[in-house]
């Protein structure tokens, strides 16, 4: 079996390749945004911009994006939500994680929302936004590192469990 790098846990030949190909089309925005990921970790520019909303894909930076897709190694893609994007929607957002390492082996995770639209029948990438992120919220007081450390040892947090 050869897995498909959207992380559906199918095979690549029943997922993301007939779609990638032209062989059928995607049915959802989940597919189409499932398929782009793919033909990112395989170089695939023309698929990319052949997907990209027709009103929107003159402002893509093909020279840019062949970059990234190329220098980097990409490690999986992680659907957060999905909002829309049905066969019967006209339109979809989708927040999404993609994760990869770049030339440097740095891993980074590109976290957008994806927004999608259907335009005679087929879906397209329209356009990008930033997330809501949720703050950090500590459940506990910090700890600071000259206090006494919470594990009850008597020593400073910096010299015990902080070390």
């Not at 957008?112 to 500590?138: C, I, L, M, S, T």
């Not at 007081?141 to 009850?152: F, S």
Request: a neutral charge.
């Amino acid at each position: 079996m050869n897995e498909c790098p959207c992380g559906s846990s199918r095979d690549l030949s029943e997922c993301c390749q007939p779609i990638i190909n032209g062989d059928s089309r995607a049915l959802s925005a989940e597919e189409l945004i499932r398929a782009r990921y793919t033909a990112h970790t395989r170089d695939n520019m023309e698929f990319i911009l052949a997907t990209h909303h027709p009103s929107t894909r003159a402002e893509v930076d093909e020279v840019a994006t062949r970059r990234w897709a190329n220098e980097s190694t990409w490690l999986g893609l992680e659907i957060i939500k999905v909002d829309g994007g049905t066969a019967e929607d006209t339109s979809a957002r989708i927040e999404f994680i993609a994760r990869y390492r770049d030339s440097a082996r740095r891993r980074h995770a590109h976290h957008e929302r994806g927004v999608f639209e259907k335009y005679h029948g087929q879906w397209y990438f329209r356009d990008a936004e930033v997330p809501d992120v949720d703050q950090f919220r500590r459940d506990t007081v910090k700890q600071g590192r000259n206090e006494a450390c919470a594990c009850g040892s008597g020593k400073k947090h910096k010299k015990c469990c902080a070390a």
